[in-house]
């Protein structure tokens, strides 16, 4: 055991002093920091002048550039002939905006990683950029390092992990224009902007997911993906806990990065080869916030949860986005979901933080039912089943787990032994007795544990 133990060190070892070369092949044996798979559930928030009109979306300046209808409409009948969208930004005041109460209300959904938009397409950044000069939150708007902030409340509150998410390009910048002119044989917004930016980013904030964006129009490298990638993963001050995702230049997503997000809302509904997340929103329109948001455009407490257990019973991380106002205000109905999430991990966070996709993923009787498993130092493998529906029976009739001799079934928030049996017939593997509902701690959805179930042992990764 010593021996093994010794091994697990000095490959610790290798894997943390092991140089990185500017190429895929080498970055992609990068071992990826334990922590964010353990993590599963994180915090997205988009965040700048575009929630001052707050319509459409965070694309708003792009859409009225292109002709979008309903903008148009709305800027000739609520502002001034003439009006630019850079105008929004002293308008983006953030005058209630608190980082502290930001990392509270993130904390209680149950989060384990927070990402925020240091900068957008529109090219604002919400940190006083080094080569930005009067289109940041320090120097308009808030007056403020929002970045900053926030970096230090989140490190001071200690539960949640730091991230911050990065547009490569910026839609009207003028150097990057000129190079997509060029047809990207020249990089002058890569070496004279975005480039010292990025590297100022991660020095200064040091943020433990690096989330990128924009790169779609140009290949990896135009941007220098690889080059940055190699310093992020030698020499940054984070090379030891950072991870990125897959968005470094056109036809990169799904195939190099930490983990994949492929497009946005990314949710396979089968178990992947590769570490992914589902980056989604709340809002089911947009990222940014939204004032002329309706009731319905809202994803309810139950579609959030089966989203969570559907991400995570595949081998996904969740990213859910929810987009405050220019105040700094996060909407109460956004904030009541971000609870009511952390009200749910807190009976059932045991399927969810930590666990390995199962054998299988969805039931095969039952297609409101998702498996996770994992390792119990006291019981060994066991295997969680994540019900959206309570049968309107008494009992549940499960196809996947088949029961032994010392089989036992608990659920979360239920103090007692639950009863069972062998199922009936061909497909059905066990059927549960269900207690009394009204005496369960929990509501939207449940978990049942199975414990020393002949086929637990067979968990993915």
């Avoid at 940055?228 to 230049?249: E, H, I, T």
């Avoid at 309810?300 to 405050?324: D, Y």
Wanted: proline fraction near 5%.
């Amino acid at each position: 055991m010593f021996q093994l133990y010794l091994r697990c060190v000095f490959l610790l070892h290798l894997a943390t002093c092991k140089k990185y070369e500017p190429t895929w092949d080498s970055l992609d044996t990068r071992p990826a920091p334990l922590w964010y798979d353990e993590a599963k559930f994180g915090i997205f928030m988009h965040w700048g002048p575009y929630s001052v009109p707050g319509l459409v979306s965070e694309w708003f300046w792009a859409y009225w550039k292109s002709g979008n209808k309903e903008i148009g409409d709305f800027m000739k009948k609520n502002y001034p002939p003439g009006f630019q969208y850079q105008e929004f930004g002293p308008m983006f005041k953030a005058e209630f905006f608190n980082a502290t109460d930001w990392a509270h209300i993130v904390a209680s959904s149950g989060a384990k990683y927070f990402v925020l938009t240091s900068k957008h397409h529109d090219g604002f950044e919400n940190w006083p950029g080094c080569r930005n000069f009067g289109w940041n939150a320090k120097d308009v708007g808030p007056k403020r390092d929002v970045v900053g902030e926030l970096s230090e409340a989140f490190e001071t509150d200690g539960k949640v992990k730091f991230g911050l998410y990065h547009s490569l390009f910026e839609w009207f910048h003028p150097l990057y224009l000129q190079d997509k002119k060029n047809n990207f044989t020249t990089r002058h917004f890569v070496t004279e902007k975005m480039g010292p930016e990025l590297l100022e980013l991660v020095s200064k904030y040091k943020p433990e997911v690096l989330w990128s964006d924009g790169d779609w129009e140009a290949h990896d490298s135009y941007w220098g993906s690889q080059e940055f990638l190699a310093w992020l993963y030698n020499d940054s001050p984070v090379k030891k806990s950072v991870l990125v995702n897959d968005r470094w230049g056109r036809g990169i997503p799904c195939k190099h990065g930490d983990f994949f997000t492929c497009t946005d809302r990314y949710n396979p509904g089968v178990l992947q080869n590769h570490k992914w997340e589902n980056a989604m929103t709340v809002d089911k329109i947009s990222w940014g916030h939204r004032r002329n948001i309706k009731l319905e455009d809202v994803l309810t407490i139950q579609e959030l949860i089966k989203t969570l257990a559907e991400t995570v019973s595949c081998g996904g991380n969740l990213l859910m986005n929810v987009g405050p106002d220019s105040s700094g205000m996060i909407p109460v109905i956004f904030q009541e979901r971000m609870k009511q999430m952390g009200t749910w991990l807190e009976v059932n966070g045991e399927a969810i933080y930590s666990s390995k996709p199962w054998t299988y993923q969805n039931d095969t009787l039952n297609g409101d039912v998702w498996y996770t498993s994992k390792v119990d130092e006291k019981h060994g493998e066991v295997v969680y089943a994540t019900i959206l529906e309570w049968p309107e029976s008494d009992s549940l009739d499960l196809g996947c787990p088949i029961p032994g001799e010392h089989t036992k079934v608990e659920m979360l928030g239920f103090n007692t032994e639950l009863k069972w049996r062998k199922g009936k017939g061909v497909r059905t593997g066990i059927t549960v007795d269900m207690p009394d509902k009204s005496k369960v701690n929990g509501q939207w959805a449940w978990v049942i544990k199975f414990v020393a179930l002949e086929n637990s042992g067979n968990h993915i990764g």
